[in-house]
C-alpha cells in the first residue's frame, strides 16, 4: 500500500491543524495506521494509531486529549486532527501502515509501510 501524508504547514500556538493520509489500496480498512513524528535533531516518536477497523486507538502521552486520530475507510483516508498546537509540536509528520494489526503500535519498526512526510511548524 502507497500512502501520502498531507496537510502540514505554518501555523501559531494554540491552532488547529488536519492532517491527512491518503492510502493507494482500496483494501485499506485492513490495515491499522500510525502516525509518527521526527523533530530537527531528535529521533522518530510515536504520535497515534488507529485500528484497521477503527475501534482502537493509541496515543502518546504528549497529545493525548489534544490530538484527535480517526479514518473513513470509504475514502481511503486517516486523519490527525490536531489542537491546542504547541511548538514543541513542530515536526514532520508520517504516516505508516500494517495490515490487521501492528504487533507494538507504538514502535516504528512495527509498522510495515510508510509514506512521505508533511511538515508541521508551529511558531510560539
Known amino acids: 500500500v502507497q500512502l501520502q501524508a498531507s496537510g502540514g504547514g505554518l501555523v501559531q500556538a494554540g491552532d488547529s491543524l488536519k492532517l491527512s493520509c491518503a492510502a493507494s489500496?482500496?483494501?485499506?480498512?485492513?490495515?491499522?495506521v500510525g502516525w509518527f513524528r521526527q523533530a530537527p535533531g531528535k529521533e522518530r516518536e510515536f504520535v497515534a494509531a488507529v485500528s484497521f477497523g477503527g475501534g482502537r486507538t493509541y496515543y502518546a502521552d504528549s497529545v493525548k486529549g489534544r490530538f484527535t486520530i480517526s479514518r473513513d475507510n470509504a475514502a481511503n483516508t486517516v486523519y490527525l486532527q490536531m489542537n491546542s498546537v504547541k511548538p514543541e509540536d513542530t515536526a514532520v509528520y508520517s504516516c505508516?501502515?500494517?495490515?490487521?494489526?501492528?504487533?507494538?503500535?507504538?514502535?516504528?519498526?512495527?509498522?510495515?509501510?510508510w509514506g512521505q512526510g508533511t511538515l508541521v511548524t508551529v511558531s510560539s
Open positions: 505508516s501502515a500494517q495490515l490487521l494489526r501492528s504487533s507494538s503500535p507504538m514502535v516504528a519498526s512495527a509498522w510495515g509501510y
Open positions: 489500496r482500496r483494501t485499506f480498512n485492513n490495515y491499522s
